[in-house]
T-cell receptor, first 113, second 107 residues
Framework: NAGVTQTPKFQVLKTGQSMTLQCAQDMNHNSMYWYRQDPGMGLRLIYYSASEGTTDKGEVPNGYNVSRLNKREFSLRLESAAPSQTSVYFC????????????FGSGTRLTVV | GIQVEQSPPDLILQEGANSTLRCNFSDSVNNLQWFHQNPWGQLINLFYIPSGTKQNGRLSATTVATERYSLLYISSSQTTDSGVYFCAISGYSTLTFGKGTMLLVSP
């Protein structure tokens, strides 16, 4: 089925470890996004990529880096994980950064101990 | 940035009841979407509705952009409607999400 695919679905890290969350979409969308969801906070934007070759910071970018590898793929990297980064991470894509609906992946539940 | 407030924060319904969820926002918008997050965490786009009214089955949504609010109506609720409903807004950039309304529909 067409959509947004995230891997992994679950991950446990020790403080200081690094990891990369992968995201791929097959809808030929221009824009891709990484959000984190914490209890009572809704979803907060970490980084986004309005088009291939561009990335911009969102509301909560500290501690993260991103790569828009090509039009399909947008990865999120934690260089040195901290317990405050325990969260559920969602990748999304849209045809454009405004005026279009978003499609979300199924999420990655990350725990940093 | 744009502020998004949703009400009520929690709602409990008996199956078959109707409900209205509200989203207030602080500025003019180019993009307003309603999402449902099911109990398994999946986020589903319900409506893209920066203005006007749309209906999809038992769900409908109305946005009055000039008065800066949007309403999501759920009629004849079912247990599968349970979950969290998010309103998300953008002006000229990315979406800003409200904190959601948690809905529980009991049999």
């Amino acid at each position: 089925n067409a959509g947004v695919t995230q891997t992994p679905k679950f991950q446990v890290l020790k403080t200081g470890q690094s990891m990369t969350l992968q995201c791929a979409q097959d809808m030929n969308h221009n824009s891709m996004y990484w959000y984190r969801q914490d209890p009572g906070m809704g979803l907060r934007l970490i980084y986004y990529s309005a088009s291939e070759g561009t990335t911009d910071k969102g509301e909560v970018p500290n501690g993260y880096n991103v790569s828009r590898l090509n039009k399909r793929e947008f990865s999120l990297r934690l260089e040195s994980a901290a317990p405050s980064q325990t969260s559920v991470y969602f990748c999304a894509s849209s045809a454009g950064d405004t005026h279009y609906g978003y499609t979300f992946g199924s999420g990655t539940r990350l725990t940093v101990v | 940035g744009i502020q998004v407030e949703q009400s009520p924060p929690d709602l409990i319904l008996q199956e078959g009841a109707n409900s209205t969820l509200r989203c207030n926002f602080s500025d003019s918008v180019n993009n307003l979407q309603w999402f449902h997050q099911n109990p398994w965490g999946q986020l589903i786009n319900l409506f893209y509705i920066p203005s006007g009214t749309k209906q999809n089955g038992r769900l409908s949504a109305t946005t009055v952009a000039t008065e800066r609010y949007s309403l999501l109506y759920i009629s004849s609720s079912q247990t599968t409607d349970s979950g969290v409903y998010f309103c998300a807004i953008s002006g000229y950039s990315t979406l800003t999400f409200g904190k959601g309304t948690m809905l529980l529909v009991s049999p």
